[in-house]
């Protein structure tokens, strides 16, 4: 077996144990692995593209990068594993509670505040509900982005918290966020008790997934995702990694929660000129 | 089962019932939690996902806005599936364990502990070494008997020395800061070093070091009463009480410290109260002297169990003091300036028969040091000639 080299973006802190501790528990069961860090998605999926990682630890906008690369180019893309916790997300739009909007329609010629331009959760996805309610971005409303590390694909909360404090200065009218991090925010006080309302959340959808491009030796692939998928929360040496990365079990992948965003990037034409470059960088 | 939230939202404590119940089910079993919350669903789903348990919101047309069926996950059970109980283990909740193992860490002796906690680097963490029955008795007495040095001592007594006796006094006080200095060091390093499963040998220490800190600060006020400069210290009562500091191990350094130098100064704090010549160098001595018995004490009951135990460990001790005794061979121990200030404290002035009263009253106070050192000895079962013998080496800086 030749060594699996993984890809990750380290969009915080916390990754390199993360992973230093993926690395001892996979090698400690005969399975030759490291890991590379990139400083944003881009630079990994085309990384990935030009054959220097076999998998791929993607957000949600970085598969769809890869699937469609993958596509252009006559290859095949997997999500082969996700986190339990990637599955069937939600985003929420918020207003505040004196803010006199009733319903969708009321945000016209408002202020909508998103977070990073390539968050999935608190920019992309909402953005594409509310035009699916016949509301265009920055031609029916304006949108006021809160770009916290464009490239980490809003895995970064910083985004989403700048866009709550900038509803309730009444800076904007409403505010998009992940339903996770409502509940973050109404426990630690960000978000006061009434302040705010629901006023309409997006259909579910699923999150990150590790992804391999075929030409990745099957066995390998195959036995890192048996590894994966037999990481136990009752192993105190694997629960503290779990715990890091937000999951208690690994599940394993699908395609079928990228939809919403797929539509998306459709619309909002997100992802094409990338797309275009890394497939010239890879004939 | 059932939760009904009604209007309580779930952040705002929900959560808790909702765990509640959960945790009485097993991994597959479900609930229903039904509320009028806004938010209720949103917040469910999300808290739902984070602890692995499966999530179905079922929309009611009716004013009720709606409930959830929850499917119990099995992260929870697997988190405290390899717990252990913080004990010794012989069925009493607050045992003490021989051998805690570094990974129970801070734990509290009772607690449940999470398997895969990390390990601290304690190194006293064996009980035979530092364990004594008597601390829990020994820790409350100390925490009874703390007393306020702003408040527990004369300080605003009038009295008149004449100037020697008074420098003799602020040399005595000099000496006794800079032993009182070593016998805060020595028990706080150990702290550091101690399992705290061992806890009441923790706070026993940790009082100890506060006692000292009083000490320190008495006999400063003390010195510096009526004068701007302390006294003298020299190479040799610095070297002696060096040899107490680096001491690395526990029982040893409890044994050099507690047993002989605090026993020791036990006679010496007791000699300065009765020949005190002002009310302050009394009651700073007699307060002193006081806490100094309970630290002598613990020494002698922890080390008395562990001799117990473990007998061949005594001509360790034997050797310890012996190899103190060698390194200090060629340094002059106590400094004359000590000496000769304890002799004109005790005569009280100098005239002829002072003076003779106060060496009388000095090879008393020997006398009784060694007498006091060869019963702790033997009490920690040394026979009678190898306490003489041992007393004998005992350092000539007293502590």
């Given at each position: ?19 230093d ?14 890991y ?97 309610h ?23 909360i ?12 009444g800076?904007a ?12 925010f ?19 959808y ?8 075929d ?7 195959a ?13 105190a ?23 919403q965003?797929s ?21 | ?5 009604g ?26 939690v ?23 919101w079922?929309a009611t ?6 409930q ?26 607050d ?11 801070l ?49 605003h ?17 000099t000496y ?8 805060l ?13 061992f806890r ?25 009463l009526?004068?701007?400069?302390l006294?003298?210290?020299t ?9 107490l ?75 310890a ?9 060629h340094?002059a121990?106590?400094?004359?300036e ?12 100098w ?15 020997i ?14 079962g040394?026979?009678?000639?190898e306490?003489?013998d ?10």
């Amino acid at each position: 077996m030749t060594e699996l080299v993984l890809g990750a973006v380290a969009y915080d802190q916390k990754v390199v144990p993360i992973w230093d501790g993926f690395l001892q528990y996979f090698r400690a069961r005969d399975l030759s692995f490291d890991y590379v860090l990139f400083s944003n998605y881009e630079r990994q999926v085309e990384a990935q593209a030009r054959g220097h990682i076999h998998v791929a630890w993607h957000s949600p906008l970085a598969w769809l990068q890869t699937e469609r690369i993958a596509t252009r180019l006559g290859r095949r893309a997997e999500a082969i594993v996700m986190r339990d916790t990637d599955r069937d997300l939600r985003s929420v739009i918020l207003v505040r509670a004196d803010g006199g909007i009733a319903s969708i329609a009321d945000l016209r010629r408002k202020i909508v505040a998103v977070g990073a331009r390539d968050s999935p959760q608190a920019t992309l996805i909402p953005l594409n509900h509310l035009a699916r309610h016949a509301l265009t971005p920055e031609q029916d409303f304006t949108v006021r982005m809160f770009d916290t590390l464009v490239g980490k694909h809003g895995d970064h909360i910083g985004g989403e918290r700048d866009a709550v404090r900038a509803l309730l200065r009444g800076e904007a009218d409403a505010a998009c966020i992940l339903d996770a991090n409502h509940l973050a925010f109404v426990r630690e006080g960000t978000l006061p008790a009434s302040a705010t309302r629901i006023l309409a959340q997006t259909g579910v959808y699923d999150h990150c997934n590790f992804t391999v491009l075929d030409g990745v030796e099957p066995d390998t692939v195959a036995r890192f995702r048996e590894l994966l998928l037999a990481m136990s929360y009752a192993d105190a040496d694997v629960r503290p990694l779990l715990d890091l990365e937000g999951l208690k079990a690994w599940v394993p992948g699908r395609v079928t929660g990228y939809a919403q965003l797929s539509e998306a990037i459709d619309r909002f034409g997100t992802i094409d000129a990338f797309v275009s470059g890394v497939e010239v960088l890879c004939r | 089962m059932q939760v009904d939230l009604g209007s309580l939202g779930f952040a705002e404590g929900g959560y808790l019932l909702v765990k509640r119940a959960v945790r009485g089910l097993a991994p597959g079993d479900s609930i229903r939690v039904s509320g009028q919350a806004a938010d209720l669903d949103v917040h469910l789903r999300a808290w739902c996902r984070a602890e692995g348990h499966r999530f179905d919101w079922q929309a009611t047309p009716n004013a009720v806005r709606g409930q959830a069926v929850i499917h119990t996950g099995a992260a929870e059970t697997e988190r405290w599936a390899g717990a252990r109980h913080v004990s010794g283990g012989d069925g009493e909740e607050d045992s003490v364990a021989e051998h805690p193992p570094r990974s129970w860490g801070l734990a509290a002796r009772g607690s449940i502990i999470e398997a895969g906690t990390p390990e601290f680097d304690f190194t006293l963490t064996d009980k035979l070494d530092v364990w004594s029955d008597d601390a829990a008795h020994i820790y409350q007495q100390a925490v009874a008997a703390q007393w306020d040095p702003e408040t527990a001592v004369p300080w605003h007594a009038s009295f008149e020395l004449s100037d020697d006796l008074e420098d003799a006094i602020v040399q005595v006080m000099t000496y006794l800061i800079e032993n009182e200095t070593a016998a805060l060091i020595v028990p706080s390093r150990f702290i550091a070093q101690l399992h705290p499963h061992f806890r009441e040998v923790m706070q026993v220490l940790a009082v100890q070091a506060a006692d000292e800190a009083r000490h320190i600060e008495v006999f400063t006020r003390r010195a510096r009463l009526k004068r701007g400069t302390l006294g003298r210290s020299t190479i040799g009562g610095q070297a002696s009480l060096k040899t107490l500091v680096d001491e690395p191990q526990f029982a040893v350094a409890s044994f050099l410290l507690s047993v002989l130098g605090e026993g020791t100064f036990l006679s010496l704090l007791w000699f300065i109260e009765r020949y005190a010549p002002d009310p302050v160098t009394a009651t700073v001595a007699r307060l002193a002297a006081q806490d100094e018995a309970r630290h002598v004490a613990f020494g002698l009951a922890h080390l008395s169990q562990h001799l117990a135990r473990e007998p061949e460990f005594r001509p360790r001790l034997a050797a310890a003091v012996h190899r103190r005794h060698d390194a200090l061979r060629h340094t002059a121990g106590l400094n004359d300036e000590v000496f000769d200030a304890l002799l004109l404290m005790a005569a009280g002035s100098w005239e002829h028969d002072a003076l003779r009263l106060g060496s009388r009253r000095i090879m008393q106070l020997i006398h009784d040091m060694d007498e006091g050192r060869r019963k702790r000895l033997v009490r920690l079962g040394f026979a009678e000639h190898e306490a003489a013998d041992l007393s004998a080496l005992h350092t000539r800086n007293f502590m």
